[in-house]
Structures are given as structure tokens and as C-alpha cells.
């Protein structure tokens, strides 16, 4: 039962739906970069883990990617953030975050760190 639970549970998927559909433009761009295995590792949106739904998630590379708004700088965002990236660490996934901002105005700076997580 736990391991259903886990990975992309099914109680969470309207929230997943919610959020691809509600998808910022900054999500948006970046996911123009990630999809269709252009980084030659398949990343999927708002996949969850546990109780926590993930921007993007690379399965194969164990690596999640979030994109952070100005209220990620909230005192009470940041201690979740930090338990989140944590949480994440001790299940063997790297979490990479970036701000909404750098997206905008540095989307290939973003992409080289990204792909330096990735397999070759």
C-alpha cells in the first residue's frame, strides 16, 4: 500500500491536472526545453511524490526541477521548501530550483545545469 501511495497516487491526480493546466508561463517555457526526451532523458509534469506534487521529474535521472515565484521567499515557504528538498534527498531525488525570473532571462544557463544532473 505505501508504495502505491508513493509515486503519483491517484487521490493527488486532480491537483496534478489542475496544475498542468494552471501552468505558468515560466513553466511553460522551460517545458519547451524538457519534453520529448530533447535532453535525452524523459521529464514529465507535476508528477507526485509522496504527498508532494514536482514541477517536472526526470524518473530516470531521479532529478526534479522547481520553479520558484516570489512567494517561495515567504519565511513559512522557505522551512516547507527546505523539508520538501530534504523529503526529496533522503528518497534519492535531486531537487534543482530556479527562479521564475531566471527562467525568463537566462533559459540557457538553466538548461547547462540541468543537463549537468542528467546521464550522458
Known amino acids: 500500500m505505501w508504495k ?7 487521490s493527488l491526480k486532480p491537483r ?6 494552471d501552468a505558468t508561463a515560466e513553466e511553460k517555457l522551460l517545458w519547451e526545453y524538457l519534453r520529448k526526451k530533447q535532453l535525452g532523458v524523459k ?4 508528477y507526485s511524490v509522496a504527498g508532494f506534487v514536482l ?3 526526470a524518473p530516470e535521472a531521479r532529478l526534479s526541477i522547481e520553479l520558484d515565484g516570489v512567494y517561495h521567499q515567504e ?3 522557505q522551512i516547507y521548501d527546505n523539508y520538501r ?5 533522503s528518497a534519492d531525488i535531486k531537487e534543482l ?16 545545469e540541468i543537463k549537468l544532473f542528467l546521464p550522458s
Not at 496534478?16 to 493546466?21: D, F, G, K, S
Not at 527562467?103 to 538548461?111: G, Y
Open 4 to 10: 502505491e501511495f508513493y509515486y503519483n497516487h491517484k
Open 16 to 21: 496534478r491536472r489542475q496544475l498542468r493546466n
Open 43 to 46: 521529464f514529465v509534469r507535476q
Open 55 to 57: 514541477d517536472f521529474f
Open 75 to 77: 519565511p513559512g515557504q
Open 85 to 89: 528538498t530534504r523529503y526529496l534527498s
Open 97 to 112: 530550483r530556479f527562479a521564475n525570473s531566471d527562467v525568463v532571462n537566462n533559459i540557457d544557463k538553466i538548461i547547462d
